[in-house]
């Protein structure tokens, strides 16, 4: 692999991979894809702490280095491509303030406790995507979390350089479980994003470039990626009756249907929520030894997915089983 090739370390599933996933594909920017399996723990294993002491996905790797963090992704890869179309204005600009000020808005709704908290509350849901294997293992997942703490401290006397990185992880993820499993805080969270979606109506009923079909006018931008991509999650949470079906927010719905039609948008806010690229494929590559060849891969994975389907298969002990302090 040449060392100027982009590799994406994501899950197709994961909210902040999406913006750098759809970043790329409007930029027509190939990359490379190095799936991360996020119900096995793999973002806590030591090796990708060590190139994220956050533990999060994305993480980009270009030129030997690697950068975490979509909106730092974003930057850099505006940066580092000169090629058309860019979706930052000029610096310093008037535009580019716009835009961030924009994206900072809509990156102010708290999407995790929202994801999460729908698994705990379905019945804020309605006409959701939150079904089936996914619904359970996002219940699982939520469920399961807690538990993550018991398996850092197996992991951190091995790893005595990654000990303040398992702990600061440890102490996120207790809080963060006791916020989405309290109902207040998820229905504030919802109420909150009402508010920026309101501003996002009043945005687009009054944009300065009238009969522009993006949020900043004529073309698209870094504020329309972060918009696209909250669109595809409270889609399939099961909430854009709430968001811009509801009568309320005619230009936002408007928006949303002309979003639709992009193959980019479709590619990775629509199709991403299935059991073959987030969790069969990397379970399987992680846990499969090489030697065994790639057709043999294919064909194990092509195996589980139809023992799922037939209801044999029960990916909830699955992923218990393959949790990373196991390994």
Known sequence: MADDELTVLYNPGSFYSQKVALYLKERNISFN???????????????????????????LKHQGKYIPDSKAIIDYLENAYDTSPKLLPPAGSDEREKVQRLSELISSVEIEVITFGMMIFPHYTQEGHITGIIARLGRWRASRMGKYAAGFEKVKAAYPDLREAYSKKAAFLSNFVKRFNDEATVKEALEKAEKVFDAIEDKLRLRDNAGGDWLCGPAMTVADIHLAVLFGRLNFLGLRHRYWENGRRPNTKAYYLRLKKRDTYRSVCEKAFN?????????????????IGVSTVVAAVAVGFHIWRRGDLDLEKLCEKLQFWKN
């Not at 996020?38 to 956050?54: H, V």
């Open 33 to 59: 894809e190095n799936i991360i399996n996020l119900a096995g723990g793999e973002t806590y294993k030591p090796w990708f702490l060590r190139i994220n002491p956050e533990g999060q996905v994305p993480v």
């Open 275 to 291: 059991p073959i690229t987030m969790l069969l494929i990397p379970m399987f590559r992680a846990k499969l030894p090489l030697i």
